[in-house]
């Protein structure tokens, strides 16, 4: 092997070294594993409801979005509609998110692996920033629905 690829080779362990660093379990792992398995499950929890909130919105769009092509009269009272069921079907995602978003940080908190912190990272401002081009979206449907 050269020394370049020897080089490249300890960057590679170095990088991962980084990623899979796990801190020293501290007391709550130890002395109160109770309440650690209890912190673990109600972010499971909170991610199944976020879960439950983001299929429950779709469906009921899905279902709006059907009876607006079936009841409506014209294409006004049908875009009114649709608008409608969007403004909610967005509400929906949006607390959908959240709650995944407090599952994780749980989950991360309890985990003390590097690499789930980074993850934890980059899955936040992927949601935020959803988060925030939804809302933005959602504001300029309720400026239409107010028209």
Not at 39 to 47: E, N, S
Not at 102 to 121: E, P
Request: proline share 2%.
């Amino acid at each position: 092997m050269d020394p370049e690829e020897v080089q490249a080779a300890e960057g590679d362990q170095n990088r991962s070294s980084f990623l899979d660093y796990v801190a020293d379990p501290p007391a709550l792992h130890e002395q109160l594993h109770l309440l650690f398995v209890v912190l673990d499950w109600g972010a499971t929890v909170t991610k199944l409801f976020g879960c439950i909130i983001l299929l429950l919105g779709a469906a009921r769009f899905i279902v709006g979005f059907v009876r607006s092509e079936i009841r409506a009269n014209g294409h006004d009272e049908r875009m009114q509609i649709v608008n409608d069921n969007r403004l909610h079907f967005g509400r929906s995602i949006l607390a959908g998110l959240m709650m995944l978003i407090v599952s994780d940080i749980i989950h991360t908190a309890l985990s003390l692996r590097m690499g789930d912190l980074v993850f934890l990272a980059v899955l936040v401002a992927i949601r935020s920033t959803i988060a925030y081009f939804l809302e933005r979206e959602l504001r300029a449907v309720k400026e239409d629905l107010n028209k």
